[in-house]
Structures are given as structure tokens and as C-alpha cells.
């Protein structure tokens, strides 16, 4: 059986993806709705926000935030590396 943050990577891994390089940046209401979208995921699996957030080391929604942030620099630097 999965670990609570196996769970949450294997979520954000199919949930949340790199903004829109030229659309509005994914703001605090977006990012509260995909954790509490998480959260429901992960309640179905057994695991509690407690449980999340112990394992992440803090809050879901800045773990989310820095998920995004972190797609989004990987996403710029790709395409800075096809147009180069």
C-alpha cells in the first residue's frame, strides 16, 4: 500500500500541470481548489490532511504551489531549449 505522500505525488502528478506560459498564473483560489480536490481523492484512499501534511512537511497548498512553480520553470526551460 502506498505511503500518504506516494499518494499525493501520484496525484499531482496527474492532476495539477505546468500553467499556461502566457495565460493568468494559477492564483490562492486555484490552488485551495485542487487541495481540496486532493484531499477528497485522498480521503477515498484512506488518508487523512494530518497524514499529508506530516509526511509533506507542511501545508498542501504550499506544497501545490511549489509543485506548480517548479513545472512551470521546468516547462519555460524546455521551451527556451526548442526555440534555441
Known amino acids: 500500500m502506498a505511503t500518504a505522500k506516494e499518494f499525493v505525488e501520484f496525484w ?5 500541470h505546468a500553467d499556461e506560459q502566457y495565460g ?3 492564483g490562492r483560489v ?3 481548489q485542487l487541495a481540496v480536490r486532493l484531499i ?3 480521503a477515498a484512499q484512506g488518508f487523512t490532511k494530518r ?12 506544497y501545490i504551489r ?3 512553480d517548479s513545472q512551470n520553470a521546468d516547462e519555460a526551460a524546455r521551451l527556451k531549449r526548442d526555440t534555441t
Open 12 to 16: 499531482l502528478e496527474n492532476s495539477v
Open 24 to 26: 493568468a498564473r494559477r
Open 30 to 32: 486555484e490552488v485551495q
Open 40 to 42: 477528497r481523492a485522498a
Open 51 to 62: 497524514q499529508m501534511e506530516t509526511e509533506l512537511g507542511g501545508d498542501i497548498r504550499v
Open 66 to 68: 511549489a509543485r506548480i
